[in-house]
């Protein structure tokens, strides 16, 4: 009797969840869709615990059969020489280290101090969104070595890049994907990462990857000064000189939050910012979906001269993108390196 009355129960249980479940997804304008505040503010959060639950969504997709190879593009990372005296994690003879002269420390030229969050919308139709694009066009009025989105290329050309604040054991199984597949990636770092896994950054320079600087302790580059700003920077740009022997030019804001005086800070170092027109709540370990949900959320929003970010913390991604990869080449996409963006 206990049996039969507990398992009415949750069949009522069941039925009830369902019907909400319909009830919210029909509230939903378009499944593709994302909050405004994933819209504009898509950020890493280095302080979430990791977790190994997962919800999984149940969704069928058509993936494509052949196992597709990206092209041969090399990515120019600029490295010591090779020397098996070296004493660095790469075997690269370490760079010298440099000292940056901060520009107008104080600012006296009067650029804009207002906080501008990253905003790059929800691309649909092979297009993207018109956010990306007033994002491009004002870094391009403004003269800012920044990118959110490649505007220039003809071709169908991706950009694949990984935020990095802490490992959670999934970069390795990124890391295999890539190689099988021949995709040069770009991993933004902070320097507590990279002192945490020597190895695995070495192992991402010697493959040929980028490791571009995220800052050393992953402030908003909005609340704070331009000489804290070049610290951040240069910490981490001396630490991938003499421990590994590596320089890479490409910055990317924490939290994608940014002012005028911090983008002009940052170019007058020698860095391209790097921002992104493709990605999706993805960051929080805790909520991951399931790799038919990453599927569709970065295949459904790729378009011509994406930069994508995603997390490498997300089991999702880590499951997902041998197949992202495939559906990009099989549409005739190829991915591309940061440096080959156009100049």
Avoid at 13 to 33: G, R, W
Avoid at 206 to 230: C, L, Q, W
Avoid at 308 to 316: E, P, T, Y
């Amino acid at each position: 009797m206990k049996k039969a009355v507990s398992a009415l129960f949750c069949v009522t249980v069941l039925a009830l969840a369902a019907i909400v479940i319909v009830k919210n997804k029909s509230e939903i304008p378009d499944a593709s869709e994302t909050t405004a505040q994933e819209q504009v503010d898509i950020r890493q959060t280095v302080t979430v615990a990791p977790s190994s639950v997962q919800t999984q969504v149940d969704q069928t997709s058509s993936r494509p059969q052949s196992n597709y190879k990206n092209p041969d593009f090399k990515s120019e990372n600029i490295t010591g020489a090779y020397s098996a005296s070296a004493g660095t994690y790469t075997g690269y003879q370490p760079l010298a280290p440099v000292e940056f002269s901060v520009n107008d420390p104080s600012n006296t030229r009067g650029l804009s101090t207002a906080v501008r969050n990253h905003g790059f919308g929800v691309a649909k139709d092979s297009k993207p969104h018109q956010i990306s694009v007033d994002s491009q066009n004002y870094f391009d009025s403004k003269s800012f070595n920044a990118i959110t989105y490649d505007a220039k290329s003809a071709e169908k050309v991706l950009y694949l890049t990984f935020d990095c604040g802490y490992e959670n054991g999934h970069t390795f199984d990124v890391l295999d994907t890539l190689k099988e597949k021949n995709v040069s990636a770009a991993f933004f770092c902070t320097l507590d990462h990279i002192k945490a896994e020597p190895e695995l950054i070495a192992r991402m320079i010697k493959e040929g990857h980028i490791v571009g600087n995220h800052s050393t302790k992953h402030p908003n580059f909005s609340k704070i000064d331009r000489t804290r700003m070049a610290d951040e920077i240069q910490t981490v740009e001396n630490h991938l000189r003499c421990e590994f022997g590596y320089s890479s030019p490409y910055f990317r804001f924490p939290e994608g939050a940014y002012t005028d005086s911090a983008l002009d800070l940052v170019q007058s170092l020698g860095y391209k910012s790097v921002f992104w027109s493709l990605a999706y709540a993805d960051w929080d370990t805790s909520a991951q979906k399931g790799a038919d949900y990453a599927y569709q959320k970065v295949t459904s929003r790729l378009h011509p001269g994406a930069i994508i970010l995603l997390h490498s913390v997300s089991a999702d991604n880590a499951a997902a993108l041998g197949d992202i990869i495939d559906y990009a080449l099989s549409q005739g996409y190829v991915f591309k390196p940061l440096t080959a963006l156009p100049q």
